[in-house]
């Protein structure tokens, strides 16, 4: 069994396609499925459900291709360990963030490389749920999420960065109720713009109008946080929003903020998974990480 093959097993399932899959890793078509039927050989299984197209991976497969991750993951932190011991100051590493947290990523990211100067990052969005699910499947290798979504299963490690805190938000043209706090009742008589219903974010807002017995007056629901600011920025809506998913220029645009009564707070935290043998660059930046201090950044 080589490496490659798994290689080409992990590039399948997530091209769906042999052409696209064989292209991915620089090899033709016939190389690529010759050697997934070698893998299929070797274990004496069908690893993959096929006729002239690629329909899926078998149960079987699916079990493999979990473990060619963990495979390759280990064999990625194997060369990472290497290079350290070589005081090669780089490596790689995956991260998945949710949406309301994307501003704590270069904060975050600020702290990385000021302790591995050459590390390479790929940052990806993804609902809290996704995260843990692409961290179980070694597609990530750290998340930014909402700790209480965090499964009860003690597969993962969390370190909580903030407590997340939602603000009533408008331009300095909507006429917002005075003071520094408001309540429900009186925000659910302003036209708003939130975040989609599907998002944790919006979730703990719909509880908040909910226990409050009002009904909101939601003009616009969206995952994009570039056109919510965009409306608030414009004058248009208002919107209840975390403290660290507000525009960055908050103090430049004149926005204005209310704190909400009675609203949740929950954490939001750093999420990796457990494993016997966690590379030496993760558990450096997961040290690194403790020394970041966000809460006072992120509370109004």
Request: proline share 5%; glycine share 6%.
């Amino acid at each position: 069994m080589f490496l490659r093959q798994l290689t080409y097993l992990i590039a399948l399932d997530r091209c769906r396609h042999f052409s696209r899959a064989a292209e991915s890793c620089g090899v033709s078509q016939p190389a690529l499925s010759a050697g997934i039927r070698q893998l299929e050989n070797e274990l004496g299984i069908t690893i993959i459900q096929r006729n002239r197209r690629f329909y899926g991976l078998t149960e079987e497969g699916k079990r493999v291709l979990v473990w060619a991750r963990q495979t390759l993951a280990a064999l990625d932190g194997l060369k990472q360990e290497a290079a350290f011991a070589q005081d090669i100051a780089g490596g790689s590493l995956s991260i998945g963030v949710m949406p309301p947290a994307i501003q704590v990523v270069p904060l975050l990211l600020e702290c990385f490389r000021a302790a591995v100067p050459a590390l390479h990052v790929e940052v990806k969005v993804y609902s809290s749920t996704d995260i843990t699910r692409m961290l179980r499947e070694h597609n990530l290798q750290l998340g930014i999420m909402y700790l209480d979504q965090l499964p009860a299963d003690g597969v993962f490690e969390a370190r909580a960065l903030y407590a997340e805190q939602h603000v009533l938000a408008a331009a300095a043209s909507v006429p917002l109720p005075a003071g520094k706090h408001c309540s429900w009742a009186e925000i659910a008589s302003l036209p708003l713009c939130l975040l989609s219903r599907n998002m944790r974010s919006r979730q703990l807002v719909d509880a908040g109008f909910r226990d409050a017995d009002v009904t909101p007056t939601v003009m616009l629901e969206t995952d994009a946080l570039e056109l919510l600011h965009a409306e608030l920025l414009g004058g248009r809506l208002a919107s209840i929003l975390p403290v660290a998913a507000l525009p960055e220029r908050v103090g430049l645009s004149g926005l204005q903020l209310r704190r909400i009564n009675g609203c949740a707070s929950p954490d939001v935290g750093l999420v990796r998974l457990t494993q016997p043998n966690t590379s030496m660059l993760l558990t450096r930046l997961w040290d690194v990480a403790q020394t970041l201090n966000v809460a006072d950044i992120y509370s109004v």
